[in-house]
């Protein structure tokens, strides 16, 4: 099966470009940019050799997963605004990969092991074990110009192993029974970023996104440790302010709001 986008994405506008090879799709879209592209512009390969996670990670993209990356255009969207486009595209994946799921036999949305959520900032899990993860990456080009890209990089076919200790588990669709492969997935997802993007409206209507964010949350109300800079903070997960920022509740309910860190919950919270 080829990779296309669907339907919906193609009367917005959006484009696709396939690549047998890349080094990043990230990385490719940025230079797409670079040359005067401004988007949305897909860019999906069949074999990504160098992803990139969040703070400087490596993403393992093993063969039949999906690395895909869309080049989004931002000129009338405030600076402020644009980390809210992780927000966007997290609820955009998840609703994709539950349409793209639904119809398999036997497939229960209410059972613990195939549920969809979303960890803060940028991972969603299936039945509690991380399956993709999502990379914004910006930049300001020649001309003030902003480019800004989502990076997209899902186990479908199959987990990486070897992961550290202290992470969290991987799984994939595959594992789960699903059996459509990346090209499926990005079809939907397509059309489901279309549909999230129209409804965030620059950042007009973030309140909804947040709200559909938060429902899917994992963690809300539970127990909480967040690394960063060298020191953890421990608490309540709250919610997500609107700015997309974590807060957490401490001792005597004492409000802290943070703006990047590994979360960890529950007993590994303890841990962390």
Known sequence: MAYRLGEAARAAGHRLHVHDRLGSTNTEALERARAGETGPLWVVTHRQEAGRGRRGNTWASLPGNLAASVLWPVPRVAPENLAQLGF?????????????????PGWDRSDPARSVRLKWPNDLLLGGAKMAGLLLEAEVLPGGRRAVVIGFGVNVAAAPEGLPAKGPAATSLAAAGYVGGPEALLDHL??????????????????????LWLAR??????????????????????????????????????????????????TAATAA
Request: charged fraction near 20%.
């Open 88 to 104: 966007v595209a997290g609820v955009a994946l998840a609703g994709a990969v539950e349409a793209a799921c639904g119809t398999l």
């Open 217 to 266: 949350a994992a963690g809300l109300g539970s127990e909480i440790a967040v690394a960063s800079g060298g020191q953890v903070l421990r608490g309540r997960f709250d919610t997500i302010d609107e700015g997309g920022r974590l807060v957490i509740l401490g001792p005597e309910n004492a409000r802290h709001v943070v703006t990047a860190g590994e979360v960890h919950f529950g």
């Open 190 to 211: 397509s059309d489901h970023l279309a549909a999230q993007a129209r409804t965030w409206d620059g950042g007009r209507n973030f309140t909804r996104i947040r709200a």
